[in-house]
């Protein structure tokens, strides 16, 4: 018997987008955050799943795209905070220029969030037991990063299918595939459509 409670994934998603509870038994990360102006709609799916608000230690976006960290602040001030890797910290204030006002998009604040970068992000993650890490894989955006399980899963955002690669062999969605299938990547969780297995999805 392992004393780590299983891993365990839901998703809290509407709109066309999931969004990932990853949960160490009530220890839950929550991958990707809503539309602007969507807090009432995300709290209802959380409540709907069975996943309590203040059992989520993080949020992180897979990338800061309107679709993916929209709520992010409105989690903040509800008690999760946000988990930013390093290089996503100077797309953050860019948000906003990609939403309209009556979006009701509130600003993320830049000062307030728990910026690490990739190499510290397998200890952060074992603090809230859940085995795994965080890695870089551009080629949607040079933000866009996948959260990577132990187990084989990995949360992919907007990562495109690698058909989508050109034949450069300096294409980082090529790159970002082979990364993740280097590490033991089986299931791909993406933000939008179903699970699958990472062959169906990179080619790989
Ligand atoms: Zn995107």
Redesign the pocket.
């Known amino acids: 018997m392992s004393e780590q409670p299983p891993i365990t994934i839901v998703n809290v998603g509407y709109r066309s987008t999931n969004y990932w509870v990853v949960s160490a038994g009530t220890s839950r990360l929550l991958v990707d955050l809503g539309w602007p102006g969507s807090m009432g709609m995300m709290r209802a799916q959380l409540e709907r799943m069975d996943v309590p608000l203040n059992e989520i230690r993080y949020g992180l976006a897979t990338?800061y795209?309107i679709?993916?960290a929209g709520v992010a602040q409105e989690l903040k001030l509800a008690g999760v905070p946000l988990l930013v890797l390093d290089v996503q910290e100077s797309a953050i204030p860019l948000m906003k220029r990609w939403t309209k006002p009556q979006d009701n998009y509130m600003e993320i604040t830049t000062r307030d969030n728990v910026v690490i970068s990739f190499a510290e992000s397998r200890a952060v993650l074992g603090k809230i037991g859940i085995p795994g890490q965080i890695v870089h894989t551009p080629g949607?955006?040079g933000d866009?990063v996948s959260l990577v399980l132990d187990n084989g899963a990995a949360f992919t955002?907007?990562l495109p299918p690698l058909a989508l690669a050109t034949d450069d062999s300096e294409d980082p969605i090529a790159a970002s595939w082979r990364l993740l299938c280097d590490l033991g990547v089986t299931q791909v969780y993406p933000?939008h459509g179903p699970v699958r297995p990472l062959e169906a999805e990179s080619g790989v």
């Open positions: 990338h795209h679709d993916h949607h955006s866009s955002g907007d933000a």
